[in-house]
């Protein structure tokens, strides 16, 4: 219980920024994969459509800049969360919230277009590639909402905190193999995705990559998961589908893994292992600590 709390005291401080307005200066001009965007002044009203930078806003202070957030940014509780969809948007309902910049995560309904004809500036960052891409998008977000210092910060802190777990973890790690299961259809993630890169980071041998052609998600089967017998089972499907240790055990053949065999289980809440923001130091050190815990 002690050292729970600790943990939550400690990621408080680290994602605590100062709340007054830094004086950036303004007008920037930031690359996107939409092409170029121009922010003249410091946004006022901000919608995000990507939970991961609604994160980031909040965590670097902008969270009094967002007036609306799309209906799958659940982090932090305080969003203006409403009926938005990021997947499907539309460009009518977002302009009604009277935005002086918009954040996606892809261009969906070519709603970018859309919505620049209406004079709105819209910034797309797309899923991050690995941690110095998702570095570099906290970092730009700073520059878009006039918070560069306490961005360019909370970059660095990450980059400080995880970089030290990872080292200290990385000589375990070397020795073990992982499977992260996005669903219980058994797609997995690669090494190509950018949760995948994050156990590249730390030695684990990714059963998955074998069976990638290109997506970064490939439809694995029981057999194939029994035959590479991985030894640490990391469940992202936990809150959309119930996933846990009982149902992963009550797969037929599934005993025979090395990981069911020893517990080494993992349960992590989906949105943390799908997004790319501030608390990919949770995600870091939820691997650290399962880590610990799998036989040599």
């Not at 203006?80 to 997947?87: A, E, I, K, Q, Y």
């Not at 149902?247 to 809440?269: E, F, K, N, S, Y």
């Amino acid at each position: 219980m002690h050292r729970t709390l600790a943990a939550l005291v400690a990621l408080a401080a680290l994602l605590t920024v100062p709340s007054a307005v830094a004086a950036d200066p303004f007008p920037v001009t930031l690359q996107s994969p939409a092409g170029e965007v121009t922010i003249r002044r410091q946004p006022r009203r901000i919608v995000s459509l990507s939970p991961t930078a609604t994160e980031t806003l909040f965590a670097i202070g902008a969270g009094r800049q967002v007036v609306a957030v799309d209906d799958q940014s659940d982090f932090p509780r305080r969003a203006p969360r409403t009926r938005l969809s990021g997947f499907t948007p539309n460009a009518e309902a977002v302009a009604g919230y009277r935005p002086d910049l918009v954040i996606v995560h892809f261009d969906a309904n070519r709603i970018v277009a859309s919505l620049r004809r209406l004079g709105i500036p819209v910034l797309v960052q797309p899923p991050a590639r690995d941690l110095r891409h998702a570095y570099a998008q906290i970092r730009q977000l700073g520059r878009a909402t006039g918070r560069r210092t306490a961005a360019n910060a909370l970059a660095a802190r990450l980059r400080t905190r995880i970089g030290r777990i990872v080292a200290q973890s990385r000589p375990r790690a070397r020795r073990h193999s992982v499977y992260h299961e996005v669903s219980p259809d058994l797609y997995a993630a690669s090494s190509r995705t950018f949760v995948g890169s994050i156990y590249r980071r730390f030695g684990f041998r990714n059963v998955a990559d074998a069976a990638d052609t290109g997506s970064g998600y490939p439809k694995l089967s029981s057999e194939y998961l029994i035959a590479r017998n991985p030894s640490l089972i990391v469940l992202a499907d936990t809150v959309c589908c119930g996933q846990s240790r009982a149902t992963v055990a009550a797969r037929p053949g599934w005993d025979r893994i090395r990981a069911v065999r020893t517990g080494a289980v993992v349960r992590l809440h989906d949105s943390l292992a799908s997004r790319w923001g501030p608390r990919i130091l949770n995600f870091v050190q939820a691997l650290a600590r399962a880590l610990r815990t799998v036989p040599r």
